[in-house]
């Protein structure tokens, strides 16, 4: 098996003051990163601040004799994503991975949701996401090497009642990952996101929490640590983590029907229901240029 290593590396991940992105930071650094443990240490809801969660985890990195940086910079700002990178390359010189992990919850149903409520949420998970990769981006293009891991949500992929927000800002990470890894490419940059299931505070609440009891965030860090790593040559992949478990997740299309000429109707779309639906010959494709060529390409 390889051995996938760190060192030299230099690791931001965001909100890592507890939870996951703790569990992502130390494994990083216990395999030779230097990290920048950024962690604005609000609540779940995204309420207040203080730097100490992020310096308590470089304490402990510290104690296992690696070596990390406090910082608590709002990564939903762009001036706060630009400061946490700045203090990455003034402090180790260079930034190698960005974990954008940081995240936020305001679950309502969409009925009931207060505007700040939808716009904090996606501000924190989707424009942080943006922000911090636009800000490491000329770093890594110039080093000609990059790791950006996202972090998606099966409520995001799939849905989940009453987090319209989260999920809809989810799945704008997504997105953004599938053109970064286009963008990336030239630039030996290379741009994956994990779906994680753990046990942390954002999920201690939830009623199947009892169910979650092997998932500890050590075992989805495990996934996010290969992703980061340099051994991962993969770009543009969704990596489902949880309790142990790994699978890929993918957008798939089926094969389609193409209506004839002059007979594309509402008729013709709900007579061939049953052919638009079938997945059999589903696949993925790695682009829009892509699947705009095979939806109109001759059969
Ligand atoms: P958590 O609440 O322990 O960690 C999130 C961290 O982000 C907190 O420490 C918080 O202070 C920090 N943070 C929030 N806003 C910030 C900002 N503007 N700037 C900097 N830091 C900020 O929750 P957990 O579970 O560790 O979540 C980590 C990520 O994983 C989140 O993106 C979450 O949406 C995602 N996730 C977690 C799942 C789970 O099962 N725990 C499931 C699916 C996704």
Redesign the pocket.
């Known amino acids: 098996m390889t051995t996938i290593g760190f060192e030299g590396r230099v690791a931001v991940v965001?909100?890592?003051?507890?939870?996951?992105?703790r569990a992502h930071a130390l494994l990083l650094a216990s395999r030779g990163a230097r990290v920048v443990v950024?962690?604005?240490?609000?609540s779940?809801r995204?309420a207040g601040g203080s730097l100490t969660?992020a310096q308590r985890v470089v304490q402990e990195i510290e104690a296992l004799g690696g070596q990390a940086i406090a910082n608590g910079?709002?990564?939903?700002t762009r001036e706060?994503a630009q400061q946490l990178v700045d203090a990455a390359v003034q402090a180790f010189g260079r930034v190698d991975v960005l974990i954008n992990?940081?995240?936020?919850?305001r679950d309502k149903t969409l009925a009931k949701m207060e505007p700040a409520d939808f716009e904090a949420v996606v501000r924190?998970?989707l424009l942080?996401s943006a922000w911090c990769s636009q800000a490491a981006w000329p770093v890594m293009a110039q080093q000609q090497y990059g790791r950006i891991v996202m972090?998606?949500?099966?409520?995001g992929l799939y849905g989940n009642f009453g987090q319209s927000n989260?999920g809809a800002a989810?799945l704008g990470i997504v997105g953004l990952m599938n053109t970064l890894k286009h963008e990336g490419a030239k630039f030996g940059i290379r741009v994956n996101t994990v779906?994680?299931?753990?046990?942390?505070?954002?999920?201690e609440d939830l009623p199947f929490a009892r169910m979650?009891s092997e998932?500890v965030?050590e075992r989805v860090a495990a996934g996010v640590a290969f992703l980061a790593s340099e051994a991962c040559q993969f770009t543009g992949q969704i990596l489902s983590a949880?309790a142990g478990y790994f699978s890929l997740v993918q957008m798939i299309e089926g094969r389609g029907v193409h209506a004839p000429a002059g007979q594309a109707t509402p008729e013709f779309v709900a007579a061939h229901w049953g052919e638009i639906a079938d997945m059999s010959q589903a696949k993925p494709y790695d682009s829009a240029g892509d699947a705009l060529v095979a939806a109109f390409a001759p059969r």
């Open positions: 965001t909100g890592a003051g507890g939870g996951l992105g950024n962690d604005l240490g609000g779940v995204g969660a910079d709002d990564v939903a706060g992990n940081a995240g936020i919850l924190v998970h942080g972090t998606t949500s099966a409520a989260y989810k779906a994680p299931v753990a046990l942390t505070r954002m999920t979650l998932a965030p949880g």
